[in-house]
């Protein structure tokens, strides 16, 4: 392969341009802002909101730039590891998962670690440029325009502009078809704030506080909330709450939640001092495009990142999605399938981790009062199971730890039928005397 551009420089695009250099003479990065320095001049307006990165997400972010977490580290990153890592369901802190590993970093150093191992790739360039549609031409891309009026000639482009992609109306205007969308709306809000870190939680990381099956998911027992250590001694802190129970943008209010969460917030929210201002986000919908369920595609096309699928936040899943995407690209490219041939390898294979995180964020966000579907198949038998297994995790360490490498993307969400650990679940919920 020449040349491969990808439309889109943040986490989902760097991603796919380490893959590309493996396989391209020259990638070419286009991105519209100013994403150098600190990333300060970038409009992603989620950047501002506290970003886990689940345990797959780290693995995959040491696979393709090895030696990255030691570089975040020493630029402030927090490493956390068995205890500093702490889950809470309805209050109660969760039994110790194995092999818990998480990396409390902001999303900006997370971004600048990674932007710097791309930019030092031999191969690929950044340029500031914004994609403004595609050069088809028998039946697959030739290049990309830009809106600076340039053509970017090409053999492979991947759209990795986030979720207001515009591939869809370049593919319409061009006689092909649009992708169809799924969506969940969900009415969700989030607000970020971040507080000078002192010796207060002793080791902790992570915390984070979910309501779950005895407060049948409304925020009564304790408030939705999440803390992590970041560089610059901060605690970052971040609340979220549906439809009329959206954070707000008041400090006060910010803080009066945060005492009504757990106690890691609570402590910090009465020892530590708020620095900044809360920054308030509104998410209304998971969206994903299924461009593997096309008739037909342009040759030499992918589309990673929120461009294909954005979901519910609180699950912490889109920077791991990327990456495995990305896993997804390196496998298709690896295939020995013609990359200027239609991509399906690639959408096949993004597809079974976009239905996996799917599956995950949306049968938890139809618990919510005010979702309202679409409910899958058996939904009613997928939430009472997934109600016994989350109380089973609770109490028992074993369950949990199947339980929180699912929801780390470690393991298929079919690992959870698995009879050995139901049967196990059942065991613990019956030696608790709870319901099974
Ligand atoms: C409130 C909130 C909290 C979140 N928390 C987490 C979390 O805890 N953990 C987690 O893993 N994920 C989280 N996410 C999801 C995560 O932010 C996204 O999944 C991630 O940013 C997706 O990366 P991306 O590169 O696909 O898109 P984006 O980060 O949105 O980047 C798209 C890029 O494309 C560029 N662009 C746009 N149009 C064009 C164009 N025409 N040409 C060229 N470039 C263009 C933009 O400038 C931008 O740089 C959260 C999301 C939200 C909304």
């Known amino acids: 392969m020449k040349r491969a551009v990808v439309m889109g420089g943040s986490y989902a695009g760097l991603f796919a341009a380490r ?6 003479e020259e990638v070419v990065v286009l991105e519209p802002d100013d994403i150098g320095g600190d990333g300060s001049g970038s409009r992603v307006p989620q950047r501002r ?14 696979r393709w730039f090895p030696g990255v977490t030691a570089e975040l580290v020493a630029d402030g990153a927090r490493m956390g590891e068995g205890d500093d890592v702490r889950f809470y369901v309805d209050g109660r ?4 998962a194995d092999g818990q590993r998480m990396l409390g970093a902001s999303r900006p150093l997370l971004d600048a670690g990674v932007r710097r191992r791309v930019g030092a790739l031999p191969n690929v360039r950044i340029v500031r440029a914004q994609a403004r549609g595609l050069v088809l031409d028998g039946g697959r891309v030739r290049g990309v325009t830009t809106a600076e009026g340039e053509v970017v000639d090409a053999g492979f482009a991947v759209d990795a502009t986030g979720r207001s992609s515009r591939l869809g109306h370049w593919l319409e205007d061009a006689g092909w ?3 169809p969308v799924g969506r969940m709306r969900i009415d969700l ?7 000078r870190r002192g010796d207060e939680l002793g080791t902790t990381v992570i915390a984070h506080s979910t309501p779950g099956p005895q407060s049948d998911y409304q925020p009564g027992l304790t408030e939705p909330g999440a803390l992590a250590a970041v560089e610059g001694d901060r605690w970052s802190v971040v609340l979220a709450g549906y439809a009329d129970h959206r954070p707000g943008t008041d400090p006060a209010d910010f803080l009066a939640r945060m005492r009504r969460c757990v106690e890691p917030l609570r402590t910090v929210a009465d020892v530590c001092e708020m620095t900044g201002e809360v920054d308030a ?3 209304t919908e998971s969206v994903r495009r299924d461009y593997a369920r096309l008739g037909r595609l342009p040759g ?9 699928a954005s979901v519910n936040p609180v699950y912490g899943q889109g920077l791991t999605l990327a990456a495995l995407q990305a896993n997804s690209l390196a496998a298709h ?10 991509a399906w390898g690639y959408f096949r294979r993004a597809e079974v981790v976009v239905d996996a995180a799917w599956q995950l964020s949306t049968t938890a966000d139809l618990a919510q009062p005010h979702v309202t579907g679409p409910y899958p198949p058996g939904y009613r038998l997928l939430r009472w199971a997934g109600d016994r297994l989350t109380e089973a995790s609770v109490l028992d360490s074993a369950v949990n730890t199947t339980y929180t490498n699912v929801l780390n993307l470690i393991e298929h969400p079919r690992a959870l039928t698995r009879p050995a650990l139901l049967l196990r679940a059942a065991r613990v919920l019956l030696a608790s005397g709870g319901r099974v």
């Open 19 to 24: 893959v590309l250099s493996d396989f391209a």
């Open 49 to 62: 909101q506290l970003h886990a990165l689940l345990a797959q997400g780290h693995s995959q972010l040491e």
């Open 93 to 96: 802190l969760k039994a110790p």
């Open 177 to 179: 078809e649009r992708a």
């Open 189 to 195: 809000g989030y607000a970020t704030a971040s507080f």
């Open 281 to 283: 986000f509104r998410f």
């Open 300 to 308: 030499g096309l992918a589309v990673v990142g929120d461009a294909l």
């Open 333 to 342: 490219l690896r295939s020995g399938a013609a990359w200027h041939e239609p």
